[in-house]
């Protein structure tokens, strides 16, 4: 039985292990953190797996755990010290794929959203998941209007970035 | 000009595929590590604070000093401040298992912070009533010297090797070293301790204050 529950856990987590590679792209900035993260998220999601009823898809269940993790629970470890020649391959923007100011301007966000909190992170996260408000607003534990106002201020604050 | 966010999440979505892909063993061997996460930490810090102060008993000075409350005519008074610390120390642990259970990663961000915290707290709170009840033993020491009229009595071998001092200096003398030593001790326990738990709990304070400010 439990073997089974194990070989079931690892199959969904395989099939899904985006979701939790980018939220470990986000809350970390080198190859050993993300590791680390990765990793402290799969404890957590394998503990909580009995609870797991198939109310929900495995994946909206997973971006709950995998945010508190990154949030709240992960402690950053001591030995990993961010390098700067890491670069994840979600922000790596090229010039082929866009024209010059497209490029300039991803790139440009791509670091303003690396700059905002781990709170901001989570929203942006949710939102570039293609999440709706009141998705976003029950993972945080905050009402939807406030979800929405707080996405709006991000998304001025990008502008500005982008267009001082 | 189109949204900004718009562009980002076309960008993002078009790079779903170019995530690292670990293989079905390498997860597989991750749910046998052990977790290093701040809620792990709480309970383990938590039991030792809550064990320490009483597994000093076992040194034999400790045990020892119920004679020493005993010359003071303090034992009936320490006898029973011992029996109110351990049934409120049993409230404490009580209070504390009781929360901690509740601490579950499938509630919402919010939800979660608050339990830690509150969970914290309790700890929190069981530190401050240990540090009160240090200090309040010390000064019950001072005053029991303070009302002891034979001192010569009660620290023969100390009056001994200080024939030269006056029984009326040395109370004075043994009265505010009692009393600076208590604060100093309990102000070094109490640094130590929030230090520590600053430190622990530094992210996820201020994560929860700004997750805070979103429903203002």
């Keep these: ?164 | 000009m189109i949204d900004e966010l718009e562009l980002l999440k076309k960008d993002w979505q078009k790079k779903e595929n170019r995530h690292p892909k670990l293989s079905y063993d390498e997860i597989y061997k991750m749910l046998w590590k052990k977790s290093s996460s701040i809620v792990k930490w709480i309970l383990i810090i938590s039991i030792l604070e809550f064990a320490l102060p009483h597994l000093l008993y076992l040194l034999p000075s400790a045990r020892n000093s119920f004679k020493f409350y005993e010359q003071l005519g303090l034992k009936n008074l320490v006898i029973i401040l011992t029996i109110i610390q351990y049934a409120v120390v049993l409230y404490f642990i009580f209070q504390f298992y009781r929360k901690f259970r509740e601490i579950s990663v499938l509630d919402n961000a919010k939800e979660l912070m608050s339990k830690i915290i509150e969970t914290r707290s309790t700890v929190k709170n069981y530190i401050i009533f240990s540090l009160s009840m240090i200090l309040l033993l010390f000064l019950l020491v001072v005053v029991g010297i303070y009302l002891n009229d034979d001192i010569g009595t009660t620290y023969a071998a100390l009056v001994e090797k200080t024939q030269k001092i006056s029984p009326e200096k040395l109370k004075k003398v043994l009265m505010w070293s009692m009393a600076i030593t208590g604060i100093v001790f309990t102000a070094l326990l109490g640094g130590i301790y929030f230090l520590l738990y600053g430190r622990l709990l530094r992210k996820l304070k201020k994560n929860f204050v700004d997750l805070q400010q979103l429903d203002l």
């Design chain 1, 1 to 164: 039985m439990h073997k089974e529950l194990e070989h079931k856990f690892v199959t969904e987590l395989e099939n899904n292990q985006n979701i939790v590679h980018k939220v470990c792209t986000l809350y970390t900035n080198n190859r050993d953190a993300h590791n680390d993260l990765f990793q402290e998220i799969t404890i957590q999601l394998w503990k909580a797996y009995p609870k797991f009823r198939g109310e929900s898809k495995f994946s909206t269940w997973m971006y709950r755990v995998a945010l508190n993790t990154a949030i709240t629970l992960y402690r950053k470890n001591k030995r990993s010290i961010p390098t700067q020649d890491y670069e994840s391959v979600i922000f790596k923007v090229q010039a082929d794929e866009y024209d010059e100011t497209e490029e300039q301007q991803l790139r440009l966000m791509y670091t303003a959203v690396r700059q905002l909190g781990d709170i901001d992170k989570a929203l942006v996260f949710l939102y570039l998941e293609d999440k709706d408000y009141a998705e976003i607003a029950e993972t945080l534990g905050i009402t939807e209007v406030n979800a929405r106002v707080k996405m709006n201020r991000i998304k001025t604050r990008l502008k500005t970035i982008l267009n001082p």
